[in-house]
């Protein structure tokens, strides 16, 4: 997905370093007192790709809570009418038009704000919505800065603003089901969870379609990061928005239309696999584990096979082991989509998922268990390639009554039963299902990775300090 970016850096920068500015505290007046059915108002801060989904939802979410669209926020004046177009056909209203976010924060009738910019640009905008006395929903990563995280965590916890993290699976029926389903022991304590989600394409880079490069050329794969680098003629220009803005504190360069419009391939704008997978992967691990931050992350990757002069890893590994003395292992390959999955092992079974992020269909075993110690001796040993287990293993498919039949896709990310979550906690003033210290959490492991990838080291959380170290801490599980 591609996302323009509207922000303001004004009114919460200072100084060279980029350090968030408090907004007025009588913003926080502006926050009307929701009642179950009163409209709940809506703008979106960044009009790309994502926000497109944000608006699907409000409109699904309209069906069963009175809720509206009534703003649209965006540096790049071709997003802001992109958008604008989008809402008028959902809400049949004409949303008004924002190119700084202070502006329309300063409105006093917009109760929630939907963040969906850069994933550099999260934190401090989070911060920045809460500081206004707006609920919000912002999208993962939740920050990918350490001190950010911190001190957007720190603002939102201070505040009483209702804040839900973009991570939908935990609004979802089948990885709550499997949370219940560890939870009571059914397949003994946790020893390692692994994660393997692929695709073969050159996500995030897009084809053009201006070029003059026909379709057939484009197959080519040379050709075709060729016609990106050198060819391309962007619909963003640098007079329709506001370059110094967008960066939001990082050091000043040359505008950039594909670093602003595919930021994900940057390292000093976003950690890519990371920041967009790697972060809903932990968080999964977060919900079924019980578990809030790593004690070690050590990673490894690189650009296997889309030279097209990305930063970002397009094939990685991070490896994280978890205070409570397991083993999270995480990889994508961007070059080979073959059988995405996640992989729960326990002392007494395993659970296994089909499909890549999202996808639904769980299934619980024995098998691996302690009374299958060794293949050689206990089992089962397969001579084709085995749809089921033994029966003795007792497999079995998780159902949840009541929701969709289980599958190896899953709900895509426009899920609405996530925003309803949120809607339904700014009526009530009780926190969501996926919280800032979620999103915190998630952070923690992202920015680690990271971290490791680019040194070359393991690194280790001291949670006690809230610091990324480079030595053990002493812990039963880390010493």
Known sequence: MKESDGIDRRAFLKGAGGVLMATSMEARSYARILGANDRIRLAQLGCGDRSEGHVHMAQLAAKQTPVEVVAVCDLWSLAQERRAIQVKKAFNLEPQKYKYSEDMLARKDIDGVMIATGDFQHAKLCSAVVQAGKDCYVEKPFANVLAEAKEARDTVKASKQIVQMGTQHRSQAYPLAVRNIIRSGQIGSIVQIEQEWNVNEERWRFVPTDTGISSEMLKDEKLEWKSWLYGRKSKLREEDTDWKH???????????????????????????????????????????????????????????????????????????????????????????????????????????????????????????????????????????????????????????????????????????????????????????????????????VCIMAAESYWSGKRVYWDNAREEIVDQPVNTPATS
Not at 351 to 357: K, L
């Open 246 to 444: 967008w960066l939001l504190g990082k050091p000043e360069r040359p505008f950039d239309p594909h670093v602003y419009l595919e930021f994900r391939l940057y390292k000093e704008f976003s950690s890519g696999i990371f920041d967009q997978w790697l972060s809903h992967g932990c968080d999964l691990v977060h919900l079924w584990s019980d578990e809030s931050h790593p004690a070690s992350v050590v990673a490894n990757g690189g650009v296997f096979v889309w030279k097209d002069g990305r930063e970002n890893a397009d094939t990685c590994v991070a490896a994280i082991t978890y205070p409570k003395g397991f083993l999270y292992t995480y990889k994508t390959t961007f070059g080979n989509s073959y059988r995405s999955f996640s992989r729960i092992q326990g002392r007494d079974g395993t659970i296994e998922n089909y499909g890549g992020e999202g996808a639904s269909l769980f299934v619980t075993t024995k098998e691996g268990g302690r009374k299958e110690f060794d293949p050689w001796e206990s089992g089962p040993v397969y001579k084709q390639t085995p749809l089921h287990g033994p029966s003795t293993d007792g497999e079995d498919v998780v159902q949840v009554p009541g929701a969709m039949p289980p599958t190896s896709l899953g709900p895509d990310d426009d899920d609405v039963r996530h925003l309803v979550d949120w809607l339904e906690a700014m009526q009530t003033r009780k926190q969501p299902s996926a919280t800032v210290d979620h999103g915190f959490s998630h952070s923690i």
